[in-house]
């Protein structure tokens, strides 16, 4: 017997800026039909750089929109991060490192790719752990002007980064994540220097 899997009957676009928005009709295995939200705007990648010697990390702080409509929260802390441009997740990682916080990176760890919303949105994020070192940091960073992202770089220092995930405090959940995962794969950088 095969089984029957869903099928998209229509994809009616009602947006298109940075993402587009599409409402999807589809129809059930059980003959019923019905819609759905569907938020594309492609892949993406995030990158937790940490230094491993001073046993810190380089993130973001930033204005974002829906944080601040929904919980009043007029800036989070992040990773570097950005929509996927190229076909190279690593290439594309290096670039959003490079133009958020000014550093240059060396070799990437691939922790995995994952869906962020998958309820609604089409997005797949790229996750990235990166050591660098002091020299590695060879611009400013702050992103890029026409795209009026107003970053501002943040040094933390790794335990640190461990006392926040502890208290729920790391908000944002792909920063959460490398975290932990790092905790994981090198718990000897969250101790205190």
């Known amino acids: 017997m095969t089984e029957m899997k869903p099928i998209i009957e229509q994809m009616v676009l009602k947006h298109q800026r940075w993402s587009r ?17 569907v938020e594309d705007h492609g892949q993406a990648v995030a990158v937790l750089p940490f230094d491993p010697q001073r046993r810190t990390a380089l993130l973001v702080r930033q204005f974002r929109a ?31 490192t490079l133009e958020e916080i000014g550093l240059r990176l060396g070799k990437l760890e691939l922790v995995m790719v994952a869906w962020t919303m998958p ?4 997005e797949r994020v790229h996750l990235f752990l990166a050591p660098y070192h002091v020299a590695d940091r ?14 501002t770089v943040a040094e933390i220092p790794l335990a640190k980064l461990a006392e926040m995930a502890d208290r729920g405090a790391l908000t944002e959940l792909k920063l959460f994540a490398l975290v932990q995962t790092l905790r994981l794969r090198r718990p000897e950088l969250f101790t205190a220097c």
Do not use: C, W
């Not at 950005?82 to 290096?94: C, K, M, N, Y």
């Open 138 to 151: 060879v611009a400013k960073g702050g992103g890029l002007a026409d795209e009026h992202e107003d970053i």
């Open 21 to 37: 928005l599409f409402i999807a009709t589809i129809r059930l295995p059980n003959d019923q039909t019905v819609q759905r939200d």
């Open 119 to 122: 309820a609604l949105s089409t």
């Open 66 to 96: 829906p944080p601040f409509y929904a919980a009043g929260e007029s800036e989070m802390l992040e990773l570097p991060a950005g929509r996927l441009d190229e076909d190279d997740p690593s290439a594309g990682a290096r670039r959003e």
